[in-house]
Structure formats: C-alpha cells, structure tokens
C-alpha cells in the first residue's frame, strides 16, 4: 500500500475583493496539460497601501510582448553594508547564511558601496544587486564556473540560456559574465571598481556596471515602480523579474536577521522560488509530464518535501495540523478561507509582507502580497522543520 498522501485538488482559491481593478496582462502562453488547454500568467501587481495582485478575468492568447506592470517595494528598509571594521565578518556571516560565494558577496558589497558614494539618491541595497547575480548566473557558479580571488571568473561565462516552461528562450541574448549583461548595458554602463579597462567577467566591475545600470536616470530604488522598471531594464521576462523580486524579499529577510536561517525554511523557500512561472494545476504536484504544475498546497507540500518535512496534501489539513503564529516568518503558511468551516488556499512567506504562491487557473506560480482589503486571511502556521 502507497504512503502517499491522497491527491486531492484545492478549491477556488482567494477571493478578490469587489472592485475595479486594472487587468495588466504580464506575461500569457498556452500549455497542454493531458488534454486540457489553459493560459499562464503572471498577475500584474499595483502599488498600494496593501500590495494587492489584481485579478485576470480571461484567458488571452498567447503572446511574446510584456507590458508595463507594477509592483510593491523590494523591502520597507533595505539592509545596508556595514562599516570597514564590521564588513569582514558580516560578509563571511551573510554569505555562509545565504549560500553567496564569499568573493561575490564582497563584490556586490563593494559596488553598493561605490553607488552609494557617487549616486546616494538612488538607494541601491546590496540585496538586489545579489538578486540579480542568484538569478542570472548562481553568483558566477552557472556551468560550473567559480569566482577567483581577484574577481574574475576562472572559465569566461557566455550566455546561461534560460527557457521557461513553455520552452521559450527568456534569457538575453549574447548577455555575459557573472551578472549575464547584455552587449548594450555593458557598452552603455560599463565601469571597472579598481581602475583599468572593465571586464564583463569580474564581478567587481560587473556588479558596479549593473548598479549603474539600474541607477540611470536619477533612479530612486528604494521605490516599487521604479524599481521593478529598472530590474526590468536587466531582463524583461516576467519570469525573471518575479524570480528576482523573490529573491529580493528572502536576502532582505535573512541579511536583516540576527541568527542563521532555519536551513529547511531556506531551502524550502529557493525551490518555490525555482518554481516561479509553472502554471497552476488543479491537484498538481509538479511532477512533470502530465502533472507540470501545482495547485496550493501543492506547491507548499513539495517544498517543505524537498526539506525533508512533510505536510499534509490540502489547504486546509495544513491548516489544522500545523502551530499557528501571530506574525508570519519566513517560510511560514499563509492561509485563507474559514478556519471553522474550510481552508481553500495556501501560499509560502517570503518576507516583506509577500508571498509565493500558486494562485488560480490560468495564472503561473507567481510573487504577489499575502494581505489586500476585503481578503478572507485565516492566518499563518509554522512547519516543524
């Protein structure tokens, strides 16, 4: 007899409150799943007093464009890099927590530092710069490469190709080095840290060039819109972006922490944010040929699995069999619905009042608030990891 939990699909999740909202498509395509036809997207986002993810109505036809979007402030006060005296140890204590190379940390450090100097208007945090290199190229450490002493990579790094789900190339092309610059930004935007001719290879001046990049303009990063526009200016993908605005949340969360993450909830929430762009599939649980998606607590079962913890298979079992908490953590369940009567949706806390979570038909696995007016939030509960 199998010991797997039963399968068995979630309801409607959250409810969106009664209001007119603006229905930006982000990013549609269309997948085969057994045969069932459905359209992904990736809910557009407004800056808000709550954050609210709006609500797509219609499945649209597939399409390559991106229009403009929205979305919340990356942390309400980024972390900053401290002083010589403190910057050893809080740069070996930051990138053992948050498994950064040490090398890449001090560059991202060291250009944060350069920017603040010369562009103090534009509040770049060293956390989105470490974003950004995580999800282009693993810190340097894509097809195998690794950062050398001096900064530079020891094997020269080309494009990292990335495909979404649906097979198309989401990754720009001809992009470079540790923080995968484009021909264009690196002609427009490139700087070396130390002097000299530039390298798109080192990741002093790679993270300089891309600090410089997203400054451009008189940037103020420490602002939502302007701060997905110029990550936008990086890569454009959705994908990408909201991988990007994840990784965000959890560096923010963690470099602003006094004690070492719990390694299960770190590691539970990277594979959610691996998972960002899979369709949602009603009883999904990622398994790929005719079950490619997830549903809620899909989603929440397989990363907790992959941490070696398990839950239980619905929104609202988790709900019932996990310790409630007042004020969700990273990695926390965040949940909605009833709690007398019935749980219907589930999502996984990443810090700076967001979630990652699996939203709807129609919608792909995505980065949204976990709180908006009208909302039927049931609370949040804490895994035993």
């Keep these: 007899m199998s010991d797997e939990p039963e399968i068995v699909p979630e309801e409607a999740p959250v409810k969106e409150p009664r209001r007119r909202r603006t229905a930006v498509v982000v990013a549609a395509v269309v997948v085969v799943a057994a045969a069932l036809v459905i359209g992904v997207q990736f809910a557009p986002k407004q800056q808000e007093t709550t954050n609210a993810a709006a609500t797509v109505t219609s499945t649209p036809a597939p399409t390559s464009s991106v229009p403009k979007t929205t979305t919340p402030p990356q942390t309400s006060a980024p972390p900053k890099v401290p002083e010589a005296s403190e910057f ?42 470490a974003a950004v290199g995580k999800v282009t190229s693993d810190h ?17 790094l080309g494009t990292v190709e990335v495909r979404d789900f649906y097979n198309k190339v989401v990754s720009t092309a ?10 264009a930004l690196w002609t427009k935007y490139q700087a070396s840290y130390a002097g000299g001719k530039p390298d798109v290879q080192n990741i002093d001046d790679a993270a300089l060039t891309t600090g ?17 526009d110029a ?5 454009s993908a959705p994908l990408f ?19 070492a993450p719990n390694a299960a909830v770190l590691s539970a929430v ?43 298979r619905t929104a609202d079992t988790q709900f019932r069999s996990v310790p409630h908490v007042t004020d969700p953590q ?18 996984l806390y990443i810090g700076n009042q967001q979630m990652i979570d699996a939203p709807q038909t129609g919608q792909a696995v995505q980065v949204h608030s976990y709180r908006r007016d009208g909302d039927d939030y049931a609370g949040a509960g804490r895994p035993t990891a």
């Design 88 to 129: 050893d140890a809080w740069a070996s204590k930051t990138s053992q927590w948050l498994d950064v190379p040490l090398r890449a940390m001090v560059g991202y450090a060291k250009a944060t530092t350069k920017i603040g100097k010369d562009i103090p208007g534009c509040h770049l945090s060293w956390v989105t710069l």
């Design 140 to 156: 340097g450490r894509a097809q195998g490469g690794q950062i050398g002493t001096t900064g530079v990579l020891g094997k020269p």
């Design 174 to 183: 001809n992009a470079a080095g540790p923080m995968q610059l484009s021909p």
């Design 212 to 228: 410089r990049a997203l400054c451009d303009g008189g940037t103020d990063l420490s602002q939502g819109q302007p701060w997905w």
């Design 231 to 235: 990550v936008a200016k990086l890569q």
């Design 241 to 259: 972006l909201h991988r990007t605005l994840a990784t965000v949340n959890v560096y923010g969360t963690v470099g602003q922490g006094s004690a």
């Design 270 to 312: 990277n594979f959610a944010i691996d998972k960002i762009g899979l369709p949602y599939i009603w009883g999904g649980n990622g398994t790929g040929g005719n079950d490619p998606g997830f549903d809620c607590s899909g989603l929440t079962t397989a990363a907790y699995g992959s941490a070696g913890v398990k839950l239980m």
């Design 330 to 347: 990273l990695g926390d369940l965040i949940f909605y619905g009833e709690p007398a009567t019935k749980i219907h949706h589930v999502g």
